[in-house]
């Protein structure tokens, strides 16, 4: 079935550093690429998103690439702060859907004052 | 305004049981989801509602589960002889056709199989 594959599981950085996240998808019909934050014990959270006609999108610190050719999409963020710990979600659309996401398994920030 | 909400929060269950869990979508969101998070893990697809249209199974476990969206607003999940591997949060999220894609998840119930 279709997939989505997201490293690293799990990822430690020091406060003011840059954090990458990347992500795998199988469907090559996939067109929109989102990220969601998870706070513990909270719910998912949209904190960027890009569609498959730009290659690039930046909202303040973070920023999403995607690279449709090798079927790999990445979230970056600079300047980290404490509050950036949280798990983040990779998701692409099952077969260029309206709706229907695949999730990635998440990665688990954790940034050290 | 009010987002998606989840009732009931927390569910406690004996094996075997039955259990019905609400889903509340933003008001005039035509699509609806439930997925499944189980501790520490990723978000599992289960089920997927469209406006009139036949819904998306696809992720179903098995056929103790099943849901239902009455009158295109509120949905209920239902887990009928539950049993101990279904222990997990239960997250439901709404979309609507003018934000495409975008979901909207709710607090979630978190369900406990003794």
């Known amino acids: 079935g279709e997939n989505v594959e997201q490293h690293p599981s799990t990822l430690s950085v020091q406060e003011g550093d840059s954090a990458v996240i990347k992500c795998t998808y199988s469907d090559s019909a996939s067109n929109y690429f989102p990220w969601y934050k998870q706070e513990l014990g909270k719910r998912p959270q949209l904190i960027i998103d890009?569609?498959?006609?730009?290659g690039e999108k930046k909202d303040q610190r973070i920023a999403v690439t995607l690279n449709k050719t090798a079927k790999h999409f990445s979230l970056h963020i600079t300047e980290t702060q404490p509050e950036d710990s949280a798990v983040y979600f990779c998701a692409s659309n099952y077969g260029g859907s309206q709706g229907n996401l695949i999730f990635g398994k998440g990665t688990k920030l954790s940034v050290k004052p | 305004g009010a987002g998606v909400s989840q009732s009931p929060s927390n569910k406690v269950t004996e094996k075997g049981k039955d259990v019905e869990l609400r889903c509340d979508p933003i008001s005039g969101h035509t699509a609806l989801y439930w997925y499944r998070q189980s501790l520490g893990q990723g978000l599992e697809f289960l089920i997927y509602f469209q406006g009139n249209s036949a819904p998306d199974k696809s992720g179903l476990p098995s056929d103790r589960f099943s849901a239902e969206r009455t009158g295109g607003s509120v949905s209920t999940l239902t887990i009928q002889r539950t049993q101990q591997e279904d222990s997990a949060v239960y997250l439901c999220?709404?979309?609507?056709?003018?934000?495409?894609?975008?979901?909207?998840f709710g607090p979630g119930t978190r369900l406990t199989v003794l």
């Open positions: 890009i569609r498959s006609n730009v």
């Open positions: 999220a709404s979309s609507s056709d003018r934000t495409r894609n975008e979901q909207f």
